[in-house]
């Protein structure tokens, strides 16, 4: 089942603002420092990132999921984006109508 994995937020100092967003929401810093998990070990986590647009990560955990959460995301209006994608990239990445990008992720990959 689809589910907002993730909050990737653009800010100008993950440091600076790990210690203001794990204050204000009670999270605690993983393994890597910009990743804030929440109390409960549930999603959504937060992500800190100097180079990213904020967005959200949608999770899905299988490849078959994957593909057939972005038809269905397609179906509803959503469109693909030209985008670089790595080798063996675990997500794609949509637009949703007016725009907003946003990262169907498989969690299995």
Do not use: K
């Amino acid at each position: 089942m689809i589910r907002i994995g993730a909050i990737v937020l653009n800010v100008p100092d993950t440091g600076r603002a790990a210690v203001f967003w794990s204050a204000a929401l009670g999270y605690r810093q993983g393994s890597n420092p910009d990743f804030l998990l929440p109390p409960d070990g549930a999603t959504p986590r937060l992500h800190l990132d100097r180079g990213d647009r904020t967005h959200l990560d949608l999770w899905v955990d299988s490849a078959a999921e994957q593909q057939a959460e972005v038809q269905r995301l397609l179906d509803l209006g959503a469109e693909r984006v030209a985008w670089d994608y790595p080798e063996g990239a675990d997500f794609v990445v949509l637009a949703a109508p007016g725009g907003t990008l946003f990262c169907i992720i498989d969690t299995s990959a």
